[in-house]
């Protein structure tokens, strides 16, 4: 029996098949690359905007939280209706440019500052070291030092703890009448008269009509408009006083503040300041304004049709060109927020996109947010 003669179909590729083959991948290969390589900067730019998004949508719920609650804690267990101070605002706004191309300068910001008591240092009352606690028993901020009666329950080695050097101090009257505020400048003592003890507190003394100086008012609670000494009558928050007495209250403040550090030119930083330890909240701010919509303040004055709602002059009287409320912060009863961040800035020569906003070779993203503190005041008084 003869075996049946074997027959090979099949075949392989011939080194001329091969090589084409080879080439065509490598045609494929490299056009896909190249179509890859195209889209990375656009997936990077797509990612590094929703980073941005993100970080001024938690930038914002920041401010949020810590407005919504400023001028809390002034009467612990009492409803007061009308809060001698919520937020202070330094508005800036430069005559002229304040950025040079994406370069922006610190006048180019405002700051926000949120007031509020230190919940842990109970509200206690100035005297003038006689603890006689009559209606006469009362000292002038003009001069220093002060002395300071502990409230019931409270020693005054334990309040002489609470206070701090560099603690700015509040104080407000028993009718919410007269305000101003002082600087501690020396670590507080306990003080003994007679069988009676309390706080010697040591402080730069205001000026006669209650003002200060920005260096003895770093929260503008009480700084005058145009920072002369006295402070002319047109530009005098007329809650301003110096005289107080055993009855009144004086408070250590626990603020929050909002700026933008401009240290480093290319990353403007909004920052937020408390108990002294300063966090970045966002980086690559460009855009940071704060407005008030205030009790008693003719929104008509400017010209403006229909008139602003919200004032960016803070420091400006209600009669002038660009209205204003005259730093008198108790008729506050709304804030408005505007922020503004960017992308990190593009320095690839064939990136050829810019901005509508200042032409920089980056993308930006804005938010504007209004806040109604809780505490501030809803009367116009």
């Not at 040079?100 to 007031?115: A, E, K, M, Q």
């Amino acid at each position: 029996m003869k075996n049946a003669e074997r027959t090979n179909d099949a075949a392989g590729f011939t080194l001329l098949e091969l090589l084409v083959a080879m080439a065509v991948f490598v045609v494929i290969a490299v056009a896909a690359l190249g179509l890859f390589a195209q889209h990375i900067p656009l997936f990077t730019r797509q990612q590094n905007f929703s980073g941005l998004n993100i970080t001024i949508r938690n930038a914002v719920s920041q401010l949020q939280l810590d407005v919504v609650n400023a001028g809390s804690g002034y009467y612990p267990g009492i409803n007061f209706p009308d809060w001698p101070v919520g937020v202070t605002i330094v508005n800036s706004n430069p005559s002229s440019a304040c950025n040079t191309g994406t370069t922006y300068s610190s006048t180019c910001f405002d700051t926000l500052n949120v007031i509020s008591t230190d919940p842990n240092t109970p509200p206690a009352h100035p005297d003038n070291g006689t603890f006689s606690f009559g209606t006469t028993d009362c000292i002038a901020t003009s001069a220093s030092p002060m002395y300071v009666y502990p409230p019931s329950g409270t020693t005054a080695a334990a309040l002489a703890s609470d206070y701090q050097n560099g603690d700015q101090l509040l104080l407000v009257d028993t009718a919410n009448s007269k305000i101003t505020s002082i600087k501690l400048t020396a670590a507080p003592a306990t003080y003994t008269s007679g069988s009676n003890t309390g706080v010697k507190l040591i402080f730069n003394a205001t000026n006669t009509d209650g003002t200060n100086t920005a260096a003895n008012d770093p929260l503008s609670i009480t700084t005058c408009l145009i920072s002369s000494t006295p402070c002319p009558t047109a530009d005098l928050n007329p809650k301003l006083n110096t005289s107080f007495c055993s009855g009144d209250w004086i408070l250590r403040l626990q603020p929050i503040t909002y700026s933008v550090n401009t240290s480093n030119a290319a990353d403007p930083q909004l920052v937020r300041t408390q108990n002294g330890t300063t966090t970045v909240v966002a980086d690559q701010i460009i855009g940071f304004k704060v407005g008030a919509a205030a009790w008693s303040v003719n929104d008509d004055v400017g010209g403006s049709s229909p008139p602003p709602p919200y004032s960016y002059y803070a420091s400006n009287a209600s009669t002038a060109s660009n209205v204003g409320y005259s730093n008198e912060w108790w008729l506050i009863r709304s804030v408005q927020v505007s922020l503004i961040g960017r992308t990190t800035p593009v320095t690839d020569p064939t990136y050829t996109y810019t901005n509508g906003f200042d032409g920089g070779h980056y993308q930006i993203e804005s938010a504007m947010v209004v806040i109604n503190p809780r505490n501030m005041s809803m009367n116009n008084n």
